[in-house]
């Protein structure tokens, strides 16, 4: 008797880094940043199905393992990721990722997926979707303060989605600005580094602030900035974690993911409990207003939503058929009767 | 210039359906139970060590897909489980699972495992764990009401672990007996099959209860047992599904795993809110009484927690090095330099 092969069921896609990264390049990064911010509005739209649950966090003193579930009643997702600033010391990532989506029917996972690269395309992807809505019209030039490893991704999906051509970039650490700089060659943009964010923002019509230390830090303050910018303030993402001076927050228009996190995580937990935020899925859908005035100052206090990484896996996973870019993981045991798994275990003994 | 491997920390060690099913015969299924028991005593005996949180579920119509994490404070664990009692119909899995270990210090996931069927041995080996302590001395007889999916591995550590070697089998459909017959030969059983619960446990020191109705059910009524009796109450394990009567409880020592998720999931949801109940961790550790009375009935209302899912990965995990049962998945991005993401995803662009 010839041991049965797992039926199709039993098998998991499951995209690698490797694997990911050639999904980029197959698709190409600026066509995949658009895609995938497109899947991301379509789910702000329904925002209102989707089961919320705050990230089920666990904490020790060297970082944060999180569990961030959600679902729309007809798939369910979570992405594992983890915070551990300390790790760049050793040369590893602060952040690391991998997700996963299954059917709510029947509770069978359907796809594997790393999630280091894919977050950092979908966070980009958030914040230029984001941006189309509440950026000033005609916006050309960006200040990008903090060149780390989310500034390319951010200037890519900005340039593809809102017409961002110019570029003025700001890091504490030259050496970071230099390499982004370098990264961005060849992309269409005018590329200047700036020494100071004072400098930066001149001139900018959407001000990114991308900075990555875990501390309150005044990445801009109040004088800084001009009416009529869009802020687009994505590097405080967890408490005691902040870039802007609270000022800021009181003279511009505030635009949030899901309020419960953000005031835990965001630039907003400067504030009082009741600072009032509009919420972007309604701006959105049409049932909260965003930019109203040519001198308001909108800002988008992004901290990363469990919605985001679901759009993103969703994505990826409408992607394999026509690509074949995925392992198939026998990760379900899948007996021919249910009721004899012990059988099945039996039947694979070594002759 | 050739694209540089992945690092080691780059790769997640993963242990498929196969490898698991390879592993059993490896080490053999009776030590591997063995093993595990000592494994999850060992974690009982350390048990105010862990993070504890409840199960995170998300529920449907036609289930439910639940994540349940834990750590111990150097290592961080989580099961993924679904529980659909529908699939059966659809040749599905009512339950499948996969489990993932990370090192609390840097985040890193260190193992990613199948866990249907270490569900199953894990399941089993706690049984028969608690059994050691609370069972009668010297029991040889074990009823065994109940003959799906998991009848096979509790038969089998009740056996390893507590000595029984006499089964009273019983099942409301004949099939599911005779398949546990079938497959319980040659391990050294005396096999008896019963026509009703009443005559399964004539004579039995131990009572398994393992029946599947998600309904509240009434396998044993309290006329059935007799003093001095342990029983092994493992089937209902969710609200709405319980399989004894209420009066056995009320004359019975019951213990449990963790009393806030056993007063919704076990049987003693049919309890007022405070009665009382024996934590298992406590008799392990001798903080707590166990059996103290020949004709004491004790129970074990086990429904299955996070802590020994842990312990079993933590099992398969020391075993990987020797049996080499596993592959390397390419699940952590791992660029040169932490902050230059898209550098690493641009150089791995096809010339």
């Known amino acids: 008797m010839t041991k049965p092969a797992p039926s199709h069921l039993a098998y998991v896609p499951f995209v690698s880094v490797e694997n990911m990264m050639k999904l980029v ?46 679902s729309d009643g007809e798939v369910y997702g979570f992405k594992y990721v983890n915070g551990h600033p300390k790790n760049t010391q050793e040369g590893l990532q602060t952040v690391t990722a991998f997700g996963l989506l299954a059917t709510v029917d029947t509770g069978y996972p359907v796809l594997l997926s790393e999630m280091t690269v894919l977050t950092a395309l979908r966070t980009a992807a958030t914040s230029a979707m984001v941006a189309k809505h509440l950026a000033p019209k005609g916006s050309r030039v960006m200040a990008m303060i903090g060149n780390g490893a989310q500034s390319e991704f951010q200037a890519l999906a900005m340039r593809v989605i809102c017409g961002i051509d110019r570029l003025r970039l700001y890091d504490i650490d030259r050496a970071a600005t230099d390499k982004t700089v370098r990264n961005l060659q060849g992309f269409g943009f005018t590329l200047e580094p700036c020494s100071s964010p004072q400098e930066a923002i001149e001139g900018a019509q959407i001000i990114t602030t991308c900075t990555a230390d875990k501390q309150y830090a005044t990445i801009l303050t109040d004088n800084m900035v001009g009416a009529g910018v ?59 207003k965003g930019r109203t005035d040519d001198r308001q100052i909108t800002l988008f206090d992004g901290v990363g939503f469990a919605i985001e990484d679901f759009s993103a896996l969703r994505y990826v996973r409408d992607q394999l058929r026509d690509t074949g870019l995925y392992q198939d993981l026998d990760m379900i045991a899948d007996p021919d009767n249910p009721r004899d798994l012990f059988g099945m275990v039996q039947r694979a003994k070594p002759r």
């Open 25 to 70: 390049h197959h698709i190409g990064i600026e066509p995949m940043l658009k895609g995938l911010a497109e899947y991301i509005e379509q789910d702000f739209r329904r925002w209102d199905l989707f089961d919320k649950t705050p990230r089920v966090a666990s904490h020790s003193k060297e970082g944060v393992i999180e569990l961030m579930p959600t």
């Open 230 to 288: 869009h802020i687009n303030a994505i590097g405080g993402d967890c408490p005691g974690k902040t870039e802007l001076h609270p000022d800021i927050l009181t003279r511009s228009s505030v635009f949030v993911e899901y309020p419960p996190q953000t005031r835990i995580e965001g630039e907003i937990q400067q504030m009082p409990a009741d600072f009032a935020v509009t919420e972007m899925w309604q701006v959105i859908n049409g049932t909260a």
